[in-house]
Nanobody, 116 residues
Framework: QVQLVESGGGLVQAGGSLRLSCAAS????????MGWYRQAPGKQRELVAS???????VYADSVKGRFTISRDNAKNTVYLQMNGLKVEDTGVYYC??????????WGQGTQVTVSS
């Protein structure tokens, strides 16, 4: 129902920053809870951050103070600003859209690699 396309991943050095973007197709974005998840090599997928329609946010303890999730409903886009990146932040980052109306959708992921 909803197509999600992530972008912004790449290779950065420890301490650097990246901003991930997730563009959603169709309508209903403003009433959806959006989230970023990541899967590190050899680990399970975990919630990184989420933001609901009221802009309430939730962060994993490991990224609090470093990552910021935000949304632009006019652009049907959710962002994840990642600062102070650490090697352990390396993984594939997935965008998730969830709502009662549209169900749950996942993007295909974008690779984030932090070196040094």
């Amino acid at each position: 129902q909803v197509q999600l396309v992530e972008s912004g991943g790449g290779l950065v050095q420890a301490g650097g920053s990246l901003r991930l973007s997730c563009a959603a197709s169709g309508s209903g974005f403003s009433i959806s809870t959006m989230g970023w998840y990541r899967q590190a090599p050899g680990k399970q997928r975990e919630l990184v951050a989420s933001i609901n329609p009221g802009a309430r946010t939730v962060y994993a303890d490991s990224v609090k103070g470093r990552f910021t999730i935000s949304r632009d409903n006019a652009k049907n886009t959710v962002y994840l600003q990642m600062n102070g990146l650490k090697v352990e932040d390396t993984g594939v980052y997935y965008c998730k859209c969830a709502s009662l109306l549209m169900g749950t959708s996942w993007g295909q992921g974008t690779q984030v690699t932090v070196s040094s």
